[in-house]
Nanobody
Framework: QVQLVESGGGLVQAGDSLRLSCAAS????????MGWFRQAPGKEREFVAA????????NYADSVKGRFTISRDGAKNTVYLQMNSLKAEDTALYYC???????????????WGQGTQVTVSS
C-alpha cells in the first residue's frame, strides 16, 4: 500500500509556471512506476506524464510535451511535475498515481491521490 498526497496547485496566468509535488508514504516508493493525470470539468481523466522506477524513462502526452517535465526524488519519496508555459486548456484537477507493475499511459494504476487543482487564466 502507498498513500499519495499532491500539492502545489493554484491559480496562475497563461504563460506562468507551477511545480506540482506528490509525496508518497512508505518505504517502497522506488518500486513504483509513477504517473500524473488530469481531469477537466466535464471531461474524462487523461494521461499527462509517467516515469519508470529508476527515473530513466519518461513519457508525456502530446499536449504537454516540451512544456511539462516529470521527475522523481527517491530520497524524498516524491514525484514532481514541472509545468511551464501554462495554457488555459491545462486547467484541471491533477492526480498523482502509482503502479506496482505496469508502465502505462492508461488509467491502470493501483493507487491514486486526491488531486490538486490547477487553474490557468487567459
Amino acid at each position: 500500500q502507498v498513500q499519495l498526497v499532491e500539492s502545489g496547485g493554484g491559480l496562475v496566468q497563461a504563460g506562468d509556471s507551477l511545480r506540482l509535488s506528490c509525496a508518497a508514504s512508505g518505504r517502497t516508493f522506488s518500486t513504483y512506476i509513477m504517473g500524473w493525470f488530469r481531469q477537466a470539468p466535464g471531461k474524462e481523466r487523461e494521461f499527462v506524464a509517467a516515469v519508470n522506477r529508476g527515473g530513466t524513462n519518461k513519457n508525456y502526452a502530446d499536449s504537454v510535451k516540451g512544456r511539462f517535465t516529470i521527475s522523481r526524488d527517491g530520497a524524498k519519496n516524491t514525484v514532481y511535475l514541472q509545468m511551464n508555459s501554462l495554457k488555459a486548456e491545462d486547467t484541471a484537477l491533477y492526480y498523482c498515481a502509482a503502479s506496482r507493475d505496469i508502465y502505462t499511459t492508461t488509467l491502470l494504476y493501483d493507487f491514486w491521490g486526491q488531486g490538486t487543482q490547477v487553474t490557468v487564466s487567459s
